[in-house]
């Protein structure tokens, strides 16, 4: 399963208010460092290089560097998959930014600066697709026929995935990236990097979410900024303690069930007193 990394990654301190930052086209730091043989010697060096790059990138990359370290704690199959899957992908990535650090720094078009190897996730995470299933990923772009060219370039293509204007269904998509909404409930204090008891949490729910989105007609549980919250749904945010990021989506949850049988009312309201007792601890 493992996959040794050959690149190191540094930036500024990415915090739970940096996640999905609403601003379009936030710059932020990024330094990659790779070694490199000293010449004439028997000996290397750490060499690194930086430019600013779109935030977004930032927090993917932070989300795979947190999955590669969660791996050395959890032995369970899906941790180490996903650790070995985040240490290709970043291994990639310093690779990209590498071949490309001329370009990029030559033109100073930081904001216009696009990662080959993370778009393709960011334009799943923005439709709500995880990012690493290929049944998956291929049933999202054309349903039950195999995707078709047309379909795959419109699917990766059509849309910029760094136009922070899509923040809200970014938003509403999380419910649907359990990797991405596990490391957010770390950002926020709710859960440790080591612990795999809430990893595995978060794994239970996607997949309770997941069947009841099979179940669905589509009418409330479809991807998509939108759509209303189900009560699976409801349950996973506040077992991952993840009420505050999503309050606008709680508030609106509790406007429709306001005039519903007193069952759904008594939901209603202890969503109310809980996201009461909720307040950021960052």
């Known amino acids: 399963m493992g996959h040794s990394r050959k690149y190191k990654f540094a930036f500024d301190d990415f915090k739970a208010e940096h996640f999905l930052h609403k601003n379009v086209n936030v ?27 779109p935030i977004i990138y930032i927090q993917l990359i932070a989300q795979l560097l947190a999955e590669d370290f969660h791996g050395d704690y959890n032995d369970g199959h899906e941790a180490l998959r996903r650790q070995s899957y985040a240490r ?6 310093g690779k990209e ?16 600066i696009r990662f080959r190897v993370l778009n393709p996730i960011l334009q799943r995470y923005l439709r709500g697709v995880p990012d690493a299933y290929t049944p998956v990923v291929c049933a999202a772009i054309s349903g039950a026929d195999a995707p078709t060219i047309r379909e795959v370039t419109e699917f990766y293509l059509s849309k910029d995935p760094v136009d922070l204007t899509a923040v809200s269904l970014y938003h509403r998509n999380l419910l649907y990236i359990p990797e991405s909404r596990w490391h957010l409930a770390i950002l926020m204090g709710k859960a440790d990097l080591k612990d795999a008891s809430h990893f595995d949490k978060v794994r239970i729910n996607h997949d309770n979410i997941m069947e009841a989105l099979a179940a669905d007609d589509g009418s409330s549980t479809a991807p998509g900024e939108e759509s209303e919250l189900v009560k699976v749904e409801v349950r996973a945010i506040f077992d991952e303690g993840l009420q505050y990021f999503f309050r606008v989506q709680l508030r609106r949850v509790v406007r429709i069930l306001r005039c519903f049988t007193s069952h759904q009312l008594t939901l209603c309201f202890c ?3 809980l ?7 960052w």
């Open 271 to 273: 969503s109310l007193s």
């Open 275 to 281: 996201f009461a007792k909720s307040r950021p601890s």
């Open 27 to 53: 710059l932020r730091k990024l330094q990659v460092g790779t070694l490199v043989k000293v010449r004439n010697k028997d000996e290397y060096k750490e060499n690194w290089k930086e430019l600013r790059v």
């Open 97 to 112: 930014f590498m071949k490309y650090f001329k370009e990029w720094n030559r033109t100073r078009n930081f904001a216009g």
């Open 88 to 93: 290709r992908v970043l291994d990639e990535v």
